[in-house]
């Protein structure tokens, strides 16, 4: 079985710039997450997917932010505009319904200069 | 509020001894407890978790974990490091969100 994808795997944006990430989660797994490595601090929840609607935004860092899961499949998480401190690692992480486990992709690397 | 504390950010062990990367946590209720690594240019792999039952939790690649509920502790251990195990390693709780310690960086020395 395919694992988590993401897209693209880096990303080097200047500020104000717009930068969508795109996630492909493990086929029939509901529950959706992504998450943010910021300088090699911890890795921080942003929300929660479950199929296409949002369970959890509490991780959301402000309104620049975006993140979308149209259908239940795949998902986008869009920054507009973008600011320095925006860089880091994006994860996405799914879930099937009734396990405790995640399942992380590869990450997005994101630079904004 | 919930959280999770990795006390080494580097862990050295030469290889064919033990190794041990500690975790504290903090929640309320009981724990869920997880363990990842992450190899370079690689996304998160699951190592093993502890739900409830036996203290004793053994996962991928000859990893295992002890949970001691006094200590509040979830330390990950193997009895014979290899050099292939050197990576980020990341403990983290919770039920639907995770919330992840800081990272250990494991180096196996040959």
């Known amino acids: 079985e395919a694992g988590v994808t993401q897209f693209p795997s880096h990303s080097v944006i200047e500020k104000g710039q717009t930068v969508t990430l795109r996630c492909d989660p493990i086929?029939?797994?509901?529950?959706l997450y992504w998450y943010r490595r910021v300088m090699g601090k911890e890795i921080k929840f942003l929300l929660h997917?479950?199929?296409?609607?949002?369970?959890?935004e509490s991780g959301m860092p402000n309104n620049r932010f975006l993140a979308e899961r149209t259908g239940g499949t795949y998902s986008t998480l869009k920054v507009q505009p973008a600011e320095l401190e925006d860089s880091g690692v994006y994860f996405c992480?799914?879930?099937?319904?009734?396990?405790?486990?995640?399942?992380f992709g590869p990450g997005t690397r994101l630079t904004v200069t | 509020a919930q959280s999770v504390a990795q006390p080494e950010d580097q862990v050295n062990v030469a290889e064919g001894n033990p190794l041990t990367v500690k975790c504290t946590y903090s929640?309320?209720?009981?724990?869920?407890l997880f363990w990842y690594v992450q190899y370079p240019n690689r996304g998160l792999q699951f190592l093993l978790k502890?739900?409830?039952?036996?203290?004793l939790v053994k996962g991928s690649y000859g990893f295992e974990a002890e949970f001691n509920k006094s200590q509040t502790s979830f330390h990950l251990k193997k009895p014979s490091a290899l050099v292939s195990d050197s990576a980020l390693y990341f403990c983290?709780?919770?039920?639907?969100?995770?919330?992840f310690g800081t990272g250990t960086r494991l180096k196996v020395l040959a």
């Open positions: 992480a799914s879930r099937k319904t009734g396990a405790y486990e995640q399942y």
């Open positions: 086929s029939g797994h509901d529950n």
């Open positions: 997917f479950v199929k296409e609607s949002k369970q959890d």
């Open positions: 929640v309320s209720g009981n724990p869920y």
């Open positions: 502890y739900i409830t039952g036996d203290n």
């Open positions: 983290a709780v919770g039920t639907y969100k995770y919330i």
